[in-house]
């Protein structure tokens, strides 16, 4: 069987783990070719690149930090040096910041909005000149968070680089779709993976959480996964300029305890 990305190359952002190795995988057991940018671990992009292999996909590495602009030019020039073309672009990194919003640094605020926007936007116009000047269509993924839209107290700065992840996305898809270009994004809610590692264990913390998911659990990377599958694949050929939310409807029901 080819697989609903059969002949596609996919570029997925901070795919050394969690919901972005993920995709990855899940992209490379339809098909796909898939590089697997990492900052710092080169280590988990090995692991995500081996998986990926093993799910009946290539995989190459390539290590590039979002917030440097730099970066995003030569992850998208790489990717095309050593690939030929690329189809698919996954903006899956992010970083968060705890903290009162009157005691955030200057630097915090740089380091979440430089890699959650910043990085998303100069990465999706570096990949947007290339199918531009390609006459080639091409679908950009952006992974979100339920907090484009639901407030996250303490967490400012996240809330402030999602909100616009979002409008971002809505314009690009009405200026990028003359050009065959469909931009999306999903909105994870509570999902298993290593950035909430700290709170799974807290026992009481888990459950206040649960309470407020209608589903009554915490979603899993391939809950995310299938959805950036969809998107990426013909059947979502039609789909752009929408969010799609998965966390269990957590949105829909959420209060501050």
Known sequence: MAGRLAGKVALITGSGTGIGQAIAIRYASEGATVVVDYRDHPDQAADTKAKAE????????????????????????????????????????????????????????????????????????????????????????????????????????????????????????????????????IAPGAIQTPINTQMMANKEELNALLVNIPLGRMGTVQDVAGVALFLASDDGSYVTGSTYVVDGGLMRNYHEQ
């Open 54 to 185: 093993a799910a009946g996909g290539k995989a190459i590495t390539l290590q590039g930090d979002v917030s440097i602009l730099a970066d995003t030019q030569r992850l998208i020039d790489q990717t095309w040096q050593q690939l030929g073309h690329c189809d698919i672009l996954v903006n899956n990194a992010g970083i968060e910041k705890g903290a009162d919003f009157w005691d955030i640094t200057e630097a915090d605020y740089d380091a979440v909005l430089n890699v959650n926007l910043k990085g998303v936007f100069f990465l999706t116009q570096a990949f947007v000149r290339r199918l531009r000047n390609a006459k080639q269509p091409g679908r950009v993924i952006n992974i979100s968070s339920v907090h484009e839209d639901m407030v996250f107290p303490h967490f400012p700065t996240y809330c402030a680089a999602k909100g616009g992840l979002r409008m971002l996305m809505r314009d690009l898809a009405v200026e990028l779709g003359p050009l065959s270009i469909t931009v999306n994004n």
